[in-house]
């Protein structure tokens, strides 16, 4: 014992002249512990190496940070960044092959809803569910620093939470020069006349982008008439089919059909909540005041 | 027989009521005086002394009159097909729903909009082809199935109608999960709505509808006689399979060309038949037409309801039609019995 202890300060010495930085920083990093959306503590000694994450925000958020290489299995639904092509996929966004997951032997499950969760956890597997679906886009650099702890990469994911907040500032502070009375009212068609009321990630996008989701007062995504469409007449329409709305008479007389205000978003960014969401919420503002972003 | 001409009469005046009633109310309010307005100015192209605005005539005239409409003539299509199966296959339970006709007409719809877009006539009457054949299908293999298993009794028609029309519905669901994530919405079909109503639609439906309605009345005469015996049918000189066939056809055509605009609404065909049959007596000739009235009736103030309790959301019908349907099913097993 008594040996042992003399050669602790060697060995400490050994480790601050070599790679001092990154060191000292793993050192900081473990243990830590994150607090699941069911209140449970889960406790990292070391940075998973095997991660099976189920959700299309925590792969891009791990890419993002270069820790991609730890994923071994996501879901079909998942397609980016391209490298997912090569993942092996463990089911879609609703049914996960738990068989499957735990064939792979992960030494971390991460899923985004509590279905799956006593299933994996009763065969042995250490799962950390987070319930992103509550979450607002902010909460994003939150997930991005967690991910940074997790893998022990904080530097990475500190610099990449730092460039999405940085970035939504610019965004706020472009778009702060917009009056109150001359906001544009918006309205996004998922299709059917499906429409994201003001609890979702695109109300709280719209809400930012100082634009009146003219679907406000409808809770989570719901199924709306088209009278209230044309009585409600939004100034701005996000559709994936434009087509539809300027060739359909009725709604021939809606301010963003005059004007020609309809839009398809130009990428899938405000789908997923993850470090790409600031660049999709950028592209939306372009639309919006496109003289406001030369 | 006297033949109750005056209670037809009343009852059409008082659907014609209820379509006008709904149409001044909606999402968005729209004054009755200009709903009066724009409709004598659009129907007989009168001008009348008031005004109102380009918004509120294209909400009444592209929106809301279509979704009525529409909602009355599936209405009557359902209702005079639940009423020629249940003369037919002499099961006071058949209603397209049940039997599996429009669970098998989403399923040939499903198919079709696989290949098809949605936006020209040809492509919506290729739609309810493949869906009529669909459905066709669906309710023959029920017929044939329940055929073998002993006579058409009351139950096995059902059972299997039902079977096959989840195997139907299982299919669609399959197929629209696993293609284009664009024809998910469609998922929706499962519980059928209005919200998509287009003039096009009330076209081809009311028309399919005006065509198959002559049949029932035509062959009201001959579901009398089923009632009382296929042999005595055939002593009288009836074609008995032929007449069946031809009314299963005609029924399927007007099932499926309902349903493929709208998707599953169900029991609509066994409400309004077993109302008039308890009111009035199970005489055919009167039957078919009063409870087309007051099916077309039913489902449009069921419309009503979809689109106005919980604004700003719009509700599938077919919920509010099996909430209204399910009790009233379970009240005919218990009354009789079958």
């Known amino acids: 014992m008594k040996r042992l202890l003399l050669l602790a300060p060697l060995f400490l010495l050994i480790v601050s002249c070599g790679e001092m930085d990154s060191d000292v920083e793993l050192l900081q990093t473990f243990p830590y512990t994150v607090i699941d959306s069911m209140g449970n503590t889960i406790e990292f000694t070391e940075a998973p190496q095997r991660i099976v994450a189920y959700d299309a925000g925590a792969v891009e958020t791990l890419f993002a940070i270069d820790e991609g290489e730890r994923i071994i299995a996501t879901h079909s639904f998942v397609t980016y960044p391209p490298e997912v092509e090569q993942i092996p996929k463990v089911g879609d966004a609703f049914n996960l092959n738990i068989e499957k997951v735990i064939d792979l032997k992960p030494d971390l499950v991460y899923v985004f ?28 650099t ?28 610019r965004i706020e502070s472009k778009i702060g020069v917009v009056e109150s009375k001359s906001q544009f009212s918006i309205l996004q068609d998922v299709g059917q006349f499906w429409v994201p009321g003001a609890d979702t990630l695109m109300g709280e996008v719209f809400n930012l982008l100082n634009v009146i989701n003219i679907a406000e007062d409808v809770s989570g995504y719901g199924q709306i008439s088209p ?15 434009a087509n539809m709305w300027f060739s359909d008479i009725r709604f021939a007389n809606i301010s963003a059909v005059k004007t020609g205000k309809v839009y398809k978003l130009p990428s899938d960014k405000l789908s997923v909540a993850g470090p790409r969401f600031v660049d999709g919420i950028e592209e939306l503002a372009i639309l919006i005041y496109p003289e406001l972003f030369d | 027989m006297n033949y109750p001409w005056k209670r037809l009469i009343l009852f059409l005046i008082i659907v014609l ?29 009168l001008d009348v002394a008031w005004e109102w605005s380009d918004t509120m005539e294209i909400i009444l005239w592209e929106v809301r009159l279509p979704r009525v409409l529409l909602a009355l003539f599936v209405g009557a299509s359902l209702t005079v097909a639940g009423s020629i199966y249940q003369g037919l296959f002499r099961n006071p339970l058949a209603d397209p729903y049940l039997i599996g006709a429009a669970a098998g007409a989403v399923l040939g719809a499903t198919i079709a909009m696989l290949v098809l877009s949605l936006s020209s006539m040809v492509d ?27 006579g058409i009794q009351t139950y096995p028609l059902i059972l299997s109608g039902i079977a096959l029309g989840s195997f139907a519905a299982a299919i669609s669901t399959l197929i629209m999960i696993r293609s284009d994530p664009d024809l998910r919405p469609i998922l929706s079909w499962t519980l059928g709505s209005f919200a998509g109503a287009r003039w096009t639609h009330v076209v081809i439906v009311s028309v ?22 296929e042999e005595h049918a055939k002593q009288l000189g009836v074609n008995v399979e032929r007449s069946k066939i031809l009314m299963i056809v005609v029924a399927t055509l007007v099932t499926a060309t309902a349903v493929s605009f709208t998707g599953l609404i169900g029991f609509v065909g066994l409400i309004a038949p077993h109302t008039v049959r ?52 379970l009240y005919l097993i218990r009354q009789r019995n079958f």
């Open chain 2, 278 to 329: 308890l009111l009035w007596g199970p005489d055919y000739r009167v039957l078919i037409p009063m409870a087309t009235i007051i099916g077309g009736g039913f489902l449009v103030l069921a419309d009503l309801a979809a689109r106005t309790l919980f604004l700003p959301n719009d509700l599938p019908v077919g919920i509010l039609t099996a909430l209204c349907g399910v009790p009233f099913f």
């Open chain 1, 227 to 241: 009278e209230l469409i044309i009585s409600r007449d939004p100034d701005i329409l996000i559709t994936a089919d």
């Open chain 2, 124 to 150: 919506l009457l290729s739609i309810s082809f493949f869906a009529f054949t669909g459905s066709l299908i669906t309710v023959l293999a029920a017929y044939l199935i329940a055929r073998s298993s002993g």
């Open chain 2, 208 to 229: 399919v509808f005006c065509a198959v309605l002559p049949f029932g009345l035509v062959y009201a005469r001959i579901l009398n006689l089923f009632q009382l015996n």
């Open chain 1, 113 to 140: 809803s509590e279905t799956f969760v006593p299933q994996l956890t009763n065969a042995g597997l250490k799962v950390l569910y987070i319930k992103t679906v509550d979450h607002n886009f902010r909460s994003t």
């Open chain 1, 142 to 169: 939150d997930m991005i620093e967690m991910w940074g702890q997790i893998t022990g990469n904080i530097d990475s994911a500190n610099k990449l939470s730092k460039s999405f907040d940085e970035q939504i500032s």
């Open chain 2, 17 to 45: 009521i209820v379509v006008i009633f709904s149409l001044g109310i909606g999402s968005v309010k729209i004054h009755p005086m200009d709903v009066l307005g724009i409709l004598i100015s659009k129907l007989f192209y």
